[in-house]
C-alpha cells in the first residue's frame, strides 16, 4: 500500500510562494472597481487558478531537479529531495493540478485559460532550457509577473495602464535579480552545484544590473502618480515605495534574505507594515478621492 503524506503534499505545492499571485488583482485596485463583488469573485477565482498553476510548476521542478536538490543545505528538506513524496506520487498531483486548471479556467473565461496556459508552457520552457540562459532565466521570471497582472485585467475587463505593467516588469527585474544574488552569497562556491547558470553570474555583474532597475522602479511609479487618472494625491505614495525599495535592500546586504521574496513580505514587520501603509493610502487616494 502506498502512503501519503498531505502534509508533505501540500508543502511540495509551496503556498507560502501563492503571495506572489496577489499581482492578478493589480489592475482592479488601481481601476477603482475593487469593490465590486462581481469583479473581486473573478479576481479571486483567477488567483486561485494561478496559485494552482505556479503549484503545477514548482512540483515540475522538484522532479527535474531532485538530484541537485540533495546537494542544497535548504532545498534538500523538500518533499520529494527528502524522500517524503515519491516522484510518482509528484507526476499524479501535477497531472491532477492541471485538469483542475484546465476545467475550471475554461468555463470561467477562455482568454485567461490562455493566459495561463502560455505561463505554464513558458516556465516548462525554463525548467528545462530556459533556466540556463543568461539574463532570459531572470525575464521569464519577470514575464510570469506580467501574465499574472495581465490576467487579471482579462478577468475583470480593466484595461491595465502602461505605466503599471512598466511597474510590475522593473520590480519583478528587482527581486529576480536579488534573488541570484542571494544564491550566490549563500552557496558561495558550491552555488554551481545546485544552480547552473550561476556561474554565469557575479555579485559585481548583478549591482550592475540593480543600479540600472532601481532607480527605474521609483522613476517610472514617479511618472505613473504624476499622471495618475484618479488623483493627483497618489504621489503621497511614493515614499512607500522608497522605503521599500531602500528596507529590501538593508534587508540583503544584512541578512541576504533576498533569496526568498516571500519571507520578506511575511517575516520582516517593517517591510510589512510599510506595505500595509502604502496599500491604505492607495484606497483612501483611488476609493475615498482624498
Known amino acids: 500500500m502506498i502512503k501519503i503524506d498531505i502534509k508533505s503534499l501540500i508543502a511540495l505545492m509551496r503556498p507560502k510562494q501563492w503571495t ?17 463583488k462581481d469583479l473581486f469573485l473573478a479576481n479571486i477565482l483567477v488567483f486561485i487558478m494561478f496559485c494552482l498553476a505556479s503549484s503545477s510548476i514548482y ?4 522532479i527535474i531537479d531532485v538530484e541537485k536538490d540533495k546537494l542544497h543545505p535548504v532545498k534538500k528538506f ?10 510518482l506520487q509528484g507526476i499524479i498531483l501535477d497531472i491532477v493540478l492541471f485538469l483542475i486548471i484546465l476545467i475550471f479556467t475554461y468555463r470561467f473565461n477562455f482568454e485567461v485559460l490562455i493566459v495561463i496556459l502560455v505561463y505554464i508552457v513558458m516556465n516548462i520552457f525554463y525548467s528545462f532550457i530556459l533556466k540556463n540562459v543568461v539574463i532570459i532565466d531572470v525575464m521569464v521570471i519577470t514575464a510570469g509577473f ?18 503599471i505593467i512598466l511597474c510590475t516588469i522593473l520590480l519583478s527585474l528587482f527581486l529576480g535579480l536579488n534573488k541570484r544574488k542571494s544564491e550566490i552569497v549563500a552557496l558561495k562556491s558550491d552555488s554551481v552545484k545546485t544552480r547552473k547558470i550561476l556561474k554565469e553570474y557575479s555579485v559585481e555583474l548583478i549591482d550592475k544590473m540593480l543600479t540600472i532597475v532601481t532607480p527605474s522602479i521609483l522613476m517610472a511609479y514617479c511618472l505613473y502618480t504624476f499622471n495618475s487618472t484618479q488623483s493627483k494625491s497618489m504621489m503621497f ?19 541576504n534574505i533576498g533569496g526568498k521574496p516571500e519571507d520578506v513580505f511575511t517575516k520582516d514587520k517593517a517591510f510589512l507594515v510599510n506595505i500595509i501603509c502604502w496599500f491604505l493610502v492607495v484606497v483612501c487616494v483611488i476609493y475615498f478621492k482624498i
Open 20 to 36: 506572489k499571485n496577489l499581482f492578478v488583482f493589480g489592475a482592479v485596485l488601481f481601476s477603482g472597481n475593487f469593490v465590486s
Open 59 to 62: 512540483v515540475l521542478n522538484d
Open 78 to 87: 523538500r518533499p520529494i529531495a527528502s524522500g517524503k513524496v515519491s516522484k
Open 146 to 163: 506580467v501574465l499574472r497582472i495581465e490576467s487579471g485585467s482579462i478577468a475583470t475587463n480593466v484595461e491595465l495602464s502602461p505605466w
Open 237 to 255: 505614495t511614493i515614499p512607500f515605495v522608497l522605503y521599500g525599495i531602500f528596507r529590501y535592500q538593508y534587508l540583503m546586504e544584512t541578512q
